[in-house]
């Protein structure tokens, strides 16, 4: 088979459309009735669930912020008694309280149901061997990937993240053929496996499938290159469930949304206006088959476009660009608006150094400066301090040519940046200290 779920992937979009009203309005119905936070919000507009005729109402509706999940810590936007709950997640998040994600059994199958469609588009099949080096716990990486695979009926190894070694060992004795990790920490594995002397690409690996940060284009190619294996992506969020809410198919060109359980709109960040198709701007989504907690225009903060055309693979769900950076990240320099994924890019198309930085922001005055410390590959550091000068240079150089701000470039002596076995911290503010 093509799909793991042929209707829904290649639904015409008058069908889609159909389904997602049939959908939202129940769930409308249900968040009205049980989450006093949904009635406040509602009433305060004047809009009741009946209200909602077509698609295009949605809009009527205010935005659930991160804050109101906060607000409601830990079970305020619960819509069932916790009797009926039958799993709960969280994510640390950067800063106080963690967010909650309460799952009913119906939930849990819905997001199983996603990841099988997600590694199924990824090329994985019955027959792989996954190794699953995502963090096991209140994570929503581990069990999300765990239970997808076990769906599609892999042998599931669900070694967590950590012990890099033994990953490696695990890999090779094993015939490990996917490995489920974020990006960064696929990244961290093929480090190691070349300090060890094992040629990954020699073993059976051949699928990698990534989430849980952003990552640039860039950072894909690198990772596929040093693996000999396609890097997939697999994008979601603990507030709407978990990975599998977007996934990539063969065409590598944009993740497809799975339309019957979300619906994607952008919205303009500062007005909140919604955009037209194509348009960049932050990512909403309201969950609409959920049933513990279906959040209603859910800001993201993550920044991209929707675009519905026509998919080489066949699917017809609507395809949202890989995510351009996190408003959170966004870093204001001297007036221009800088995502951390901007410099990335740069950065990896440089042979001379490692994908390995960190981005410091420094104040000086009344001037924002950036600060990157990247690490020189080990021939690079070896040619010495004239050399390491003049790739200081020129990496500056292609900076200010590509984002049009100046930043100071310093090479790092090879494997002194601490490596990640999750989601990496790639900029230091020290405005914020
Ligand atoms: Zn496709």
């Not at 090779?172 to 974020?182: A, E, I, N, S």
């Not at 040519?401 to 930043?407: L, S, T």
Request: hydrophobic letters at 40%; glycine letters at 10%; one cysteine or more.
């Amino acid at each position: 088979m093509k799909y793991w779920n042929e209707e829904i992937e290649t639904m015409p979009l008058e069908g889609m459309r159909k389904l997602q009203l049939e959908n939202l309005k129940k769930t409308l119905e249900w968040v009205y009735g049980r989450i006093p936070l949904y009635k406040g919000k509602f009433d305060a507009v004047g809009f009741k669930p009946e209200d909602l005729k077509e698609l295009e109402d949605l809009s009527k509706l205010p935005f659930t912020a991160r804050t109101d999940l906060r607000d409601n810590y830990p079970f305020g936007l619960c819509a069932v008694p916790l009797a009926e709950v039958i799993r709960i997640h969280a994510s640390s998040g950067t800063t106080g309280k963690p967010i909650t994600g309460p799952y009913t059994q119906s939930d849990l199958d819905q997001w199983t149901e996603c990841m099988a469609r997600n590694l199924y588009a990824a090329g994985v099949r019955s027959n792989d061997i996954c190794q699953n080096a995502y963090g096991m716990g209140l994570f929503t990486g581990g069990l999300g990937f765990h239970q997808g695979a076990t769906r599609l009926g892999c042998a599931v190894i669900p070694i967590s993240s950590g012990q890099t070694e033994r990953q490696i060992l695990v890999m090779q004795d094993f015939g490990v053929t996917v490995l489920l990790c974020t990006p960064t920490y696929a990244l961290t594995i093929a480090e190691r496996a070349e300090e060890m002397g094992v040629k990954i690409k020699d073993l059976p690996l051949r699928i990698g499938v990534f989430g849980a940060e952003p990552w640039t284009i860039a950072m894909r190619k690198e990772i596929e290159e040093r693996m000999g294996i396609n890097a997939m992506e697999a994008y979601g969020l603990t507030e709407c469930g978990g990975p599998g809410m977007a996934f990539d198919c063969v065409a590598q060109n944009g993740l497809h949304v799975n339309e019957d359980q979300f619906i994607a709109e952008v919205i303009d960040p500062v007005t909140g206006e919604v955009l037209p198709l194509g348009e960049k701007g932050e990512l909403v989504f309201t969950a609409i088959q959920r049933r513990a907690m279906p959040l209603i225009r859910y800001r993201t903060r993550d920044i991209t476009t929707l675009r519905r055309e026509e998919c080489e693979c066949g699917r017809t769900l609507i395809k949202m660009d890989k995510i351009y950076g996190r408003s959170d990240d966004m870093l204001i320099i001297g007036g221009v608006n800088v995502f951390p994924s901007q410099i990335e890019s740069i950065l990896l198309e440089v042979r001379e150094i490692e994908p390995q930085y960190v981005i410091i922001v420094k104040k000086k005055g009344y001037l924002d400066q950036l600060h990157v410390d990247v690490e020189a590959r080990q021939e690079t550091y070896d040619a010495g301090p004239k050399k390491i000068a003049e790739v200081e240079k020129m990496v500056e150089g292609k900076i200010r040519g590509i984002i049009g701000i100046g930043m100071k470039i310093r090479l790092v002596p090879p494997k002194s940046i601490t490596r990640s076995e999750g989601k990496a911290k790639r900029v230091i503010d020290e405005r914020k200290m």
